[in-house]
Nanobody, 122 residues
């Protein structure tokens, strides 16, 4: 079993930055891929970013490339999502997820955190 706990959400203004954290425990193999998804009100959950434990590689949705950075500190079993130059359209509940395999589809991820709200508004 993998447990994921997110933190770091909040209310910010356009152009501000936030860093989300995802503390993980259990099931190292099931954490080969650590990913962030988001779900805006009335919309489907969408892929944001992923980090691959085996080679340290990353993957991003086009909408966040150049603004968001995903990283992982294996010593702390924690993944991070640094979000810069935030826009109102980034407003959503952000979820951390883990999987043994890579995909941008939410259905690929068995383990999920509880979510943290990010609101970008002037």
């Amino acid at each position: 079993q993998v447990q994921l706990v997110e933190s770091g959400g909040g209310l910010v203004r356009p152009g501000d930055s936030l860093r989300l954290s995802c503390a993980a425990s259990g099931g190292t193999w099931s954490r080969n891929v650590m990913a962030w998804f988001r779900q805006a009100s009335g919309k489907e959950r969408e892929f944001v970013a992923a980090h691959f434990r085996m080679d340290g590689g990353t993957n991003y949705a086009e909408s966040v490339k150049g603004r968001f950075t995903i990283s992982r500190d294996n010593t702390k079993s924690t993944a991070y999502l640094q979000m810069n130059n935030l826009k109102p359209e980034d407003t959503a509940v952000y979820y951390c997820a883990s999987s043994a395999t890579w995909s941008t589809r939410p259905s690929n991820y068995r383990y999920w955190g509880q979510g943290t709200q990010v609101t970008v508004s002037s």
